[in-house]
């Protein structure tokens, strides 16, 4: 996969198959555009694309109390290739690019002599202000002759699958349906910045989470991967928003191991 930072990259591409999107958390709603946007691009013998930000939305649009992302862009990334996509395209949502008009966002993505569809989900916004919605891009659609393919809800229950339901299931502490939605359990990438000793081997390692939303506050059964050879365990954790404290009595985890990544498996 072929990443760029350069929305003109595009034009140098023949026909593409680009799918829309934030993509936070890459839930198996956005699996579901995902695999479609693929889908069709193999039918039609197109390149597959995926459009998305570097920072989430919320870091310019309201700076004072941005969202708690739920994926970071490298796990994205590696997401996007895992499923086969041929680019990833990441743009800086800045001020110049909030400020964009519908029309001149979709502009950007179409090259004369070559053809585009587009895939989002069913409630994407864009443009200024959020202006433009799925009746926006139909419209654009016969204008500016391009295909756009959308994304129905997907349902969990009664409940349409989304971000936000994850982010809250997050904050109640209930793991089993965040990864339900998500489509795996949840976890991230801890950086050990401390430890203490309380005997000869007994032990707490402190560590803070990448820049991602922590689960409710409280006491978890934790698996760690803690070594380039993949090897993991069970340990207990108290867990207080990003700072992750593993209690580590056996002192199984090697000392000169300073990232790990953690897997939550269930509230204590």
């Known amino acids: ?14 026909n593409l198959c680009i799918a829309l999107g934030t993509f936070d958390g890459v839930h198996v709603a956005h699996r579901a555009l995902l695999e479609s946007c693929l889908n069709e691009a193999e039918k039609r013998g197109f390149e597959s694309v995926v459009y998305t930000f570097m920072n989430h939305p919320s870091t310019t649009l309201n700076p004072d109390d941005p969202e708690e992302v ?7 990334t590696a997401i996007f290739e895992d499923m086969g996509f041929d680019h990833l395209v990441t743009i800086y949502f800045d001020e110049e690019f909030a400020a964009l008009t519908p029309k001149a966002f979709v502009e950007q993505l179409l090259y004369e002599g070559s053809e585009r569809i587009l895939c989002c989900g069913f409630d994407y916004r864009f443009g200024a202000e959020g202006a433009g919605d799925v009746e926006t891009l139909k419209a654009l659609s016969e204008e500016l002759h391009f295909t756009l393919l959308v994304q129905e809800a997907v349902m969990d229950g009664e409940e349409i699958v989304s971000s936000t ?5 997050l904050r109640k502490g209930n793991l089993e349906k965040a990864a339900q939605l998500l489509g795996w359990p949840y976890g991230g ?7 203490e000793h309380s005997g000869p081997t007994a032990r707490s390692i402190y560590g803070l989470m ?3 939303i922590g689960p409710r506050a409280g006491d978890y059964r934790i698996r760690v991967t803690y070594d380039v050879e993949g090897t993991t ?3 207990e954790a108290g867990v207080y928003g990003r ?5 580590d009595p056996d002192g199984k985890i090697p000392y000169e191991n300073k990232i790990y990544y953690v897997v939550f498996e269930e509230l204590l």
């Open 1 to 14: 996969m072929k990443v760029w930072d350069d929305v003109s990259i595009l034009k140098e591409q023949k």
């Open 70 to 76: 739920l994926t970071t862009l490298k796990e994205k």
């Open 165 to 169: 339901a994850i982010r809250e299931a």
């Open 189 to 195: 990438t801890v950086k050990d910045f401390g430890r």
């Open 210 to 212: 990448e820049n991602k």
């Open 233 to 235: 365990d069970v340990f």
């Open 243 to 247: 700072n992750v404290t593993i209690m």
